[in-house]
């Protein structure tokens, strides 16, 4: 048995997956109730312990670990009497999985070190699926002996696992992966809603444009469900919005405000407005189609 207990906050559908990798390879965990308890019961049923507060599980583990959705989910977590940081001890190693500010994981880590804690960002790519298997991507910055401490465990999580500098360097890099990635999704939308406004078949369109550089692997995720009517991208319009809004919050904390950033971010949010936010980002090809026929 792996000795390096694990407390681990955040069992949405990335998190449990996580969770059930993990104790899998025979590690001990602690995990904290969650809204939907599906995820929690799966972890007790395999033999995980159930926490009533960020504190009391801070207190049993090691190694914590969040997943959540936002910024301000994980700072509550973290601050208050029953916090992460009232039952944080020296030596203790936390990571935030989730995608967050820059800002914020910077003045979390400050906050934990002065404790005698270290506070790693750990962004992740890939999807639920991949995380049972241990498969994901790992994008880990932080402190450096902190960081080669839970290797072995991050190896477990990840099939590629990278060291990328100093704390906030991995949420700046997702950000910025993410900002690319949404900021294409909706420019491939958009191209094929304007070729079914001229009359050009969505088939053709794209075999023009994966013959050159325009071609991705995003482009092909979009492509994926506007000719071939299947879902290979299982990213919400919601979650793309967040992202999207972070990078920009991170540009203007620069001093450098995005430029290009807006026009995805007008195009996720207005699909939120209109009821769509749980909608899947290459189904905006629909709602740009449903837009430019008005």
């Not at 960081?147 to 500098?165: A, C, M, S, T, W």
């Not at 994926?224 to 809004?245: E, M, P, R, T």
């Amino acid at each position: 048995m792996p000795e390096e207990r694990i407390g681990f906050i955040g069992l949405g559908l990335m998190g449990r997956a996580m969770v059930e990798c993990l104790q899998k390879n025979g590690y001990s965990v602690t995990v904290m109730g969650h809204r939907d308890r599906t995820g929690v019961e799966e972890a007790l049923a395999r033999g995980a312990t159930e926490a009533k507060t960020a504190r009391e599980l801070t207190e049993a583990s090691d190694i914590v670990m969040f997943c959540m959705g936002t910024s301000d989910q994980v700072e509550s977590r973290v601050y208050g009497e029953d916090g992460v940081l009232a039952g944080l001890r020296p030596g203790q190693i936390v990571i935030d999985f989730g995608t967050s500010l820059p800002a914020s994981t910077k003045k979390i880590g400050a906050d934990m070190a002065a404790k005698g804690a270290t506070y790693l960002d750990a962004p992740l790519g890939r999807t639920p699926a991949h995380a049972v298997e241990g498969l994901l991507n790992i994008m880990c910055s932080g402190d450096k002996a902190a960081y080669d401490r839970v290797k072995p465990i991050l190896d477990v999580l990840g099939e590629n696992v990278f060291h990328l500098g100093p704390l906030g360097a991995g949420h700046t890099i997702k950000l910025i992966n993410n900002f690319y990635a949404m900021t294409t999704a909706c420019a491939m939308s958009e191209a094929f809603a304007m070729a079914d406004r001229a009359g050009v078949e969505r088939q053709k369109l794209y075999d023009v444009m994966a013959a050159g550089p325009n071609h991705s692997g995003m482009m092909d995720f979009i492509k994926a469900y506007a000719i071939d009517d299947q879902i290979a991208l299982a990213f919400s319009v919601k979650n793309a919005a967040k992202d999207v809004g972070y990078y920009e919050r991170m540009a203007e904390d620069l001093g450098a405000p995005s430029q290009m950033a807006v026009c995805a971010d007008r195009a996720l949010n207005t699909a939120i407005a209109a009821g769509k936010g749980e909608m899947l980002v290459p189904q905006m090809v629909d709602w740009f189609a449903g837009e430019k026929s008005k």
